[in-house]
């Protein structure tokens, strides 16, 4: 099972300078430089665990992690994912230079991703609650091995 | 005849062979209209089409094994994926003639579905549910509209509020949905999906077509086995490997009909084409629309038209005989100016929104030509 939570700028003209990102998390304690993809995006690798954070330079930010430990979507929280991309947005000082477009997005893919998708509709909502106070919760489900979830609010998100 | 099928699968970590349940219910041909009241022939086809339709989720949609019952003409499939952890609950409906209303489904389809979505999310409330509907006919405008909104709910981004509000011109919408709790009803319709106009013709073409693919020859009459395998059944489990026992074939599909493709790199060039070709003409590289300035090019006609026209109408309207007339006219070209500039701020608004999306639109593609072409390019 893959989970991706995936947040981005509120304008879609501003980018993200990954060349200075790069910089700041090469040999940093917390974050390992998988990739860079010059006009593309930059892959991070939490250290000592399973999350990758990928950054593209037109302003969207990826949290994901793959799980195939059995029960694996139990142990996957989505707070956990969120708290992830409040670190990291803290880290880089990326939220005090950009406003985030008010909205979260979660994406599940795997045999299992519908099933997943209400194993975890309380968490989502939660999260919603949280980040967002009023939100639509939308799905975007092409097929059964994977599914698209939008929380959506009119409000400034809470991060 | 009646039919219950029910399949049942189990954890691949459990045991070693994957087990599909699958259950068709059926009631008694006395109270149920669809063809049970009609001629022998037209009752034997109904039957017909049910066998047809669990040899089809058997064969088609590979199912591991199924539990069948036959009692009436109507049935019910279920169809229980272990490594999907979801559950679907299939009823069939076989018509002479018409279509499928709004009306019968709230009777005699939502009821049995309900009680089955009940059941199902007391056992295991963690599993996908679904309820499809398959029948031979097409849908009526109503039974539509609604499948339409339920398909929309799951794969295209439609919010519940917008769901029920553009069903609220559906007389029996509000009865399905009284009395029951709101998250569970909700997660119903999410996972209610249908297929219409299944024709028997059309049914029987993709089982031909699956067996064919899997090089077995023979394919009619290896259906015709199936089927009346399925029949003399009457009660109890059948299992795919029962059909490839039955037809001493294996049900696997030929190795070229698995394999991926692979593109040439003309393929490739078309591809890339034919999304700058979308970009080029859904997405934009426009700036952001000052929406001020959309507004004022709408609504500055507007005022200056309705100044005029007022003061032209009130000056020809001196006259007593048609001052009513005139205050008339001038009530109206007020109103019309003020609708109108309310439809200019909602235009601009749009205008606004659809950049935004547009513009998303082509970072997208950029972001998949960008991600594509650069593959495998040190940086």
């Known amino acids: 099972m893959r989970f991706e939570l995936d947040v981005s700028l509120e304008k879609p003209t501003e980018t ?36 990758k954070i990928r950054i593209h330079e037109d302003g969207r930010i990826y949290v994901k992690i793959d799980s195939d430990i059995k029960d694996s979507s139990k142990k996957v929280l989505l707070k956990d994912m969120f708290q992830k991309l409040k670190d990291f ?25 519908h099933s997943v ?40 998100m809470n991060i | 005849m ?37 001629s022998g022939v037209s009752s034997e086809y109904g039957y017909y089409y049910q066998k047809l339709i669990a040899a089809y989720y058997l064969i088609v949609q590979e199912a591991r094994e199924i539990e069948y019952e036959a009692d009436g003409e109507d049935v019910t499939i279920i169809n229980e994926a272990p490594n999907r952890d979801s559950i679907e609950y299939i009823q069939v409906k076989y018509m002479e003639a018409g279509s499928f209303s709004f009306t019968k489904f709230t009777t005699d389809v939502f009821p049995q579905f309900w009680d089955a979505f009940i059941k199902a999310l007391e056992k295991d409330s ?66 209610l999906n249908t297929i219409t106009s299944f024709s028997p013709d059309y049914v029987r073409d993709k089982i031909l077509k699956y067996i064919s693919e899997c090089g077995i020859s023979e394919p009619h009459s290896k259906l015709a086995l199936i089927i009346n395998h399925i029949s003399e059944v009457g009660q109890g489990r059948i299992t795919r490997r029962q059909i490839e026992d039955l037809i001493h074939s294996n049900l696997t599909l ?27 003409n859904y997405g934009t590289r426009k700036k952001i629309p000052d929406t001020e300035d959309i507004i004022r090019s709408m609504t500055s006609p507007i005022e200056k038209a309705s100044m005029v026209f007022i003061n032209s109408l009130e000056e020809k309207g001196k006259t007593s005989d048609i001052r009513g007339e005139c205050i008339e006219a001038c009530d109206i070209i007020k109103s019309d100016a003020q609708k109108a500039k309310e439809h200019a701020i909602a235009i601009a608004d749009l205008k606004c929104k659809l950049w935004m999306h547009q513009i998303k639109y082509t970072q997208r593609i950029k972001s998949m030509q960008t991600t594509y072409i650069n593959f495998g390019e040190d940086k």
């Open chain 1, 117 to 156: 998708f209400w194993e975890k509709y309380n968490e989502l909502n939660q999260l919603g609650d949280e980040a967002l106070i009023t939100y639509d919760l939308r799905t975007y489900a092409e097929d059964n091995d994977s599914i698209y979830v939008k929380l959506a609010s009119a409000n400034q």
């Open chain 2, 254 to 280: 030929a190795k070229s009909r698995l394999d991926k493709p692979i593109y040439s790199s003309a393929q490739i060039s078309n591809i890339l084409e034919g999304l700058n070709k979308a970009n080029s």
């Open chain 2, 2 to 38: 009646s039919g219950n099928i029910k399949q049942t699968r189990e954890s691949k970590e459990n045991s070693p062979r994957v087990h599909t349940e699958m259950e068709i219910k059926g009631s008694n041909p006395k109270l149920s209209g669809d063809f049970g009241e009609k």
């Open chain 2, 126 to 191: 963690s599993k996908a549910i679904y309820c499809s509907l398959v029948s031979n006919v097409a849908w009526g405008k109503d039974l539509k509209l609604f499948m339409d909104r339920c398909f929309k709910l799951q794969k295209s981004g439609l919010s519940l509020h917008d769901f029920d509000r553009s069903l609220t011109i559906l007389r029996r919408y509000p009865s399905m949905k009284s009395g029951r709790n709101p998250e569970d009803f909700r997660r119903f319709i999410w996972g």
């Open chain 1, 16 to 51: 993200i300078d990954l060349t200075f990102l790069k910089k700041l998390f090469l040999n940093h304690k917390s974050y390992e430089v998988l990739r860079h993809k010059l006009n593309n995006y930059l892959l991070l690798q939490s250290s000592g665990e399973d999350f």
């Open chain 1, 89 to 113: 947005l803290k880290e880089t000082h990326l939220s005090n230079h950009h406003i985030l477009k008010n909205e979260i997005n979660f994406s599940f893919y795997g045999p299992t991703a």
